[in-house]
T-cell receptor, first 113, second 114 residues
Framework: QKEVEQDPGPLSVPEGAIVSLNCTYS??????FMWYRQYSRKGPELLMY????GNKEDGRFTAQVDKSSKYISLFIRDSQPSDSATYLC?????????????FGAGTRLAVHP | GAGVSQSPRYKVAKRGQDVALRCDPI?????LFWYQQALGQGPEFLTY????????KSGLPSDRFFAERPEGSVSTLKIQRTQQEDSAVYLC????????????FGPGTRLTVL
């Protein structure tokens, strides 16, 4: 079993829909939780960064972390065709003073007009 | 440019050849990471440098993989005697040294081993 599990999708939604993406994990030492967006043939781009449990909002994006359930979510409101990409969750213990990121497999999202 | 750059963007190698992949991090970033991303998968950690020191190489899959960063800036990932299972995208990321700092990823090098 992988340390981080993520449904690969694909997920197809109409423009304007609310999208919910999530990951589960098994390592209780993870403290740093991130969501990256990756367009085809590009490197991952950081969307959201959360330390420990709680919610964080940035524009149309909301990240939630529930450490008791080992479950993290990313919500996208008013989805746009430009949101079509692969979304990767990533986590780190932060030990040793650096973030060795453990990624999920990524969820492919398609937002159609 | 302001971002992480990698070269070449695409590399085709015959099985058994050696390859060298280059990463130019963001200027001033002391931390540098290499990841391997297989098709349809998330990136997997390979190795970490702080300046010129390789502090973590726990993710390197075999002794055919070797990374260096001799002057604490540009890094090279070398793969000797390439195998088909080495086919993947190799991503480089750089950041400032603290755990709260964002890792900025380059576009990756797509390696295909025939």
């Amino acid at each position: 079993q992988k340390e981080v599990e993520q449904d690969p999708g694909p997920l197809s939604v109409p423009e304007g829909a609310i999208v919910s993406l999530n990951c589960t994990y098994s390592n209780s030492a993870f403290q740093y939780f991130m969501w990256y967006r990756q367009y085809s043939r590009k490197g991952p781009e950081l969307l959201m960064y959360t330390y420990s449990s709680g919610n964080k909002e940035d524009g149309r994006f909301t990240a939630q972390v529930d450490k008791s359930s080992k479950y993290i979510s990313l919500f996208i409101r008013d989805s746009q065709p430009s949101d079509s990409a692969t979304y990767l969750c990533a986590m780190s213990e932060g030990s040793g003073g650096y973030n060795k990121l453990i990624f999920g497999a990524g969820t492919r999202l398609a937002v159609h007009p | 440019g302001a971002g992480v750059s990698q070269s070449p963007r695409y590399k085709v190698a015959k099985r058994g050849q050696d390859v060298a992949l280059r990463c130019d991090p963001i200027s001033g970033h002391v931390s540098l990471f290499w990841y391997q991303q297989a098709l349809g998968q998330g990136p997997e950690f390979l190795t970490y440098f702080q300046n010129e020191a390789q502090l973590d190489k726990s993710g390197l899959p075999s002794d055919r993989f070797f990374a260096e960063r001799p002057e604490g800036s540009v890094s090279t990932l070398k793969i000797q005697r390439t195998q088909q299972e080495d086919s993947a995208v190799y991503l480089c990321a750089s950041s400032a040294p603290t755990t709260t700092d964002t890792q900025y990823f380059g576009p990756g090098t797509r390696l295909t081993v025939l």
